[in-house]
């Protein structure tokens, strides 16, 4: 078990990527349903939903069956992220909106973004259909929290949260096609991914709504 | 036909469950269309969702094509529960609290965290897979049919909903370890399943939420 | 890319139907967006998702990778009703209540039953299983919009909107039985649906609630 955490821990950049998003996401998913005041076994759901549903999402879109359902380590792995947050929130004031969970969340974010990436390359579909999957692995965990938690996806809402995955996507089809080497992708991918969310938390930055560009 | 019927009802453990399942949850999920005032296809849609939706998830998720497209009879029986709860909303008052469609609703949880647990058995996942695909089968329906009643999904809520689901997927998981025969793990499966649902009903248990825990 | 678009808009019945579809609930989905003051990536997506989600919602209960991941075309298609959306928002009041809206709604359910049931039909799935797909291929991608809108999914509530899709599936069933050509049976199932879809636009037909029913 120890030995499997090590694995996964200094394995290949899929491996690396995973195991970072899924305890960022699960911590992020866990502390927006302590706020919401849910049980402890809602807690877990959503936590557990932010960080796998994603990644469930990009699998059945290759079809292949969920890696979450397979591996017993990605379930403890979420685990400790969901415990992290209960550990939290007993002494941080609203968990859900302090800086440690904005940075895990763009930690998650980016770490996603490149395993969905990784993945998609694999199963060679077209270049939109990499960075829709790495999109959809990024953001897909956290809209199906959003809808567990019966708010409106705040991906929709948040200009460059979305917008921070696409970009890391483009990040790792271009280098990708340049033919450097997976792991260099894939970190190009994972720090145009991070750097973009962080400046744009940081500096707020904004898309134009039509209503902005035509009245 | 009939004769179709006769041997779904009398086969193997996960055609009794599957079809006790579908009619119980058609019957709960139209009823509460029906309280919701839908129009008669809105019922249907609504019922056809909580009997279908989780086992159409459970085939995704091991990637095969949903039972409930391929045999004609599943269907039949889904539109049977909707038909039962169309029949019963002209002589209950709220149909959709009464004891009749509490118990139904428990049956129907149990039924189908079988059925999950069985088919996930089948496929060779993990422990947590097991366990993860009984409780999705068991609760996705509602979850969804919740989501078309534009509600936040009850089970968040309701403490003691999916945990059964997921303590009935335990009790499947350890006797089929202990190797004793399919049917009695089934049983063990839905006897733990729907005891402790009514046993939660009944007594109206509660898991604590962080703020009792902490504050 | 042209000669490509030219064989997708001449080609089989699906690559037309395909084709119409895709274009025209891109424009239905962004118009919703723009009433509701999303963002331009926000009116992206949610153009993106009603002209892709049932589509590939399809391809998933089916289990192969969704078309629009494999295929540059379909994307490009989809980004052009995105993009119609927003030039026709600039000169009309209200875009997503306008006739011009309604119309190419009622055109994207028809195209999308018909691509849903060719599908489902090659899949050799039963009678239920082909009405279902071409149902949830034509209405998936509304409801999911209305996710992402935070609203009801409204195919609930406007009677004749999936009951269209439903008789149009079995037009093409019932055709497709009687042994004619595959692009006959297509061309019955989208006239039926068109056709059911504006007639109860036009004179707003209504299915009873059990309330009117029974009370």
Redesign the interface.
């Known amino acids: 078990m120890t030995q499997n955490l090590i694995m996964t821990l200094f394995g290949d950049p899929f491996a690396v990527m995973n195991t970072i998003g899924l305890i960022a996401f699960a911590f992020v998913g866990s502390s927006k349903a302590?706020r919401e005041?849910?049980?402890?076994?809602?807690?877990a759901?959503?936590g557990l939903t932010m960080a796998f549903a994603g990644g469930?999402t990009r699998d059945?879109?290759?079809?292949?069956?969920?890696l979450?359902?397979?591996?017993?380590i990605e379930?403890s792995l979420g685990l400790f992220g969901v415990g992290l947050a209960?550990v939290l929130?007993?002494v941080l004031k609203s968990p859900d909106a302090h800086p440690i969970t904005v940075i895990a969340d763009a930690i998650g974010l980016a770490a996603f973004t490149t395993t969905g990436a990784i993945v998609?390359a694999e199963?060679g579909?077209?270049?939109?259909?990499v960075i829709?999957?790495a999109t959809i692995n990024a953001v897909g965990g956290g809209a199906f929290a959003d809808?567990?938690?019966?708010?409106?996806?705040f991906?929709?809402?948040d200009?460059f949260y979305?917008?921070c995955a696409v970009l890391g996507g483009c990040a790792f089809f271009i280098t990708d096609a340049i033919g450097v080497s997976g792991s260099t992708a894939a970190g190009a991918c994972a720090l145009v991914t991070i750097i973009t969310r962080l400046a744009a938390v940081t500096y707020d930055w904004?898309?134009?709504?039509?209503?902005g560009v035509?009245k």
């Open positions: 302590i005041k849910f049980d402890v076994f809602g807690i759901i959503v469930a059945i879109l290759v079809s292949r069956i969920p979450a359902l397979q591996s017993p379930i209960i929130s007993a998609a199963t579909v077209s270049v939109f259909g829709a999957i809808i567990l938690l019966d708010r409106s996806p991906i929709l809402f200009d979305a917008s904004d898309l134009p709504t039509l209503q035509f």
